[in-house]
């Protein structure tokens, strides 16, 4: 069911009469993050709000800022024994008895639950600790069953007011789980919460991919035996076979304005990039070398095409323009390099590259300059997928056992697992914003 909230934005001028801009900024395209201190007192519960909808709003709150890789939690458990007992928002005139807290900024907040129409209230204020400053308050209202969604928006309302751009926590990766001989398609929040399964056919589903609308999902199904590819939405309803020429439909990419989906498609004995309209017509091939290629990614422009050839004697990463027109070969470095994934911002392409002999996540620029490995030597690590703001990167890796789906910052930073799965995941794709 979609969920509206109202938003309301207000300044109260008697008690935060320094609103201005906020004094730390986040260069979140320095090479190594430097994480903002932030002191996170305990949420108030108003009226007869019950303790356990404050504490929820918390824990959430906290492991969001936590994820994000931009700050560093000093919860309530680590503040001065004095402080730990504070709640709700306080005022400019009060805000120096945080400073022995060890933050530069304070975000502060109250609940209320109206036990009856079970509506939520979430109001939250941020404050710069060394200018002695209020930055920003905002109040979120909204029906209780979308707690989390509402949570989220004020953290990427902090991260919106501290870095420039909005977070991503109420966004969603798709992925394969792999159930007994057979594969299904799942999705996550980006904070590995509201697991749910997507597809249940109990054939072999590879390949995710978003519509940019966020409406449905892409991805190839054997379910009638041919590798085709099948529409769905994130709920599992209105399931639709979108492309089933024979041999290979794999690999879908939407274009950025939603149009037109590259593919990899086997048709004539091998392997070729083909792209289509968003009705499965007016295919086009768009490779014709005498290699394999697979794995088609658009730029955030929509007029060029990355994907993987073999064409050179090795699999590398290539760059075409949407109309086939004219291609480039990108990466030189090392003799199997796959899965590129290009960024929203268009800056970097990321890929799977063999090093090693491991496999690893490497970024480099469209013009082939500024290669780096991202991930640590440990396992091997595949698949990686862009979020819609270029800061993060969804990828799989097997350094723990089972392979599972993995989320690191867009310079390597913060990896961690995104559920407690015990494996079997792949292909993360990851959605646009729901909100």
Partial sequence: MKKIFSILTFLLLFLFPAFGAARVILDINAPTLVQIPMVLPKWKAMDKTPGTTTAKVYEILANDLTISGFFKVIDDRHLPPGLQNKEGIPNTLSLQEWMPAGGEVLLAGEAQLDPVSLQVRLKFHLFDLVEQRHLVGKQYEGHFQSLRNMVHRVSDEVILQLTGERGVHNTKIAYTVSQGEGKEIFIADFDGAQVKQVTQNQSINISPAWTPDNRRIAFTSYLKRNPDLYLIDPDGNNLRRFSSH????????????????????????????????????????????????????????????????DRSGSPQIYITSADGASIRRVTYEGNYNT??????????????????????????????????????????????????????????????????????NWNGSNQRPLTASKGGEGSPAWSGRFD
């Fill in 339 to 408: 899965n590129p994934s290009w960024s929203p911002k268009g800056d970097w392409i990321a890929y799977c590259g063999r090093a090693g002999g491991r496999y690893e996540i490497f970024t480099i620029h469209p013009d082939g300059s500024g290669l780096r490995k991202l991930t640590p030597g440990s396992g091997s690590n595949e698949s990686p997928q862009w979020s819609p703001d270029g800061r993060y990167i969804a990828f799989t890796s097997n350094r723990a056992g089972g392979a599972k789906v993995f989320v690191m």
């Fill in 246 to 309: 024979p041999g290979l439909n794999l690999a879908p990419s939407w274009s950025p304005d939603g149009k037109k989906v590259a593919l990899m498609m086997g048709m004539e004995g091998k392997a070729e990039i083909f792209v289509m309209d968003h009705e499965g017509g007016d295919l086009k091939k768009i490779t014709k070398g005498h290699g394999n290629e697979a794995s088609p990614t658009w730029s955030p422009d929509g007029k060029s095409i990355a994907f993987v050839s």
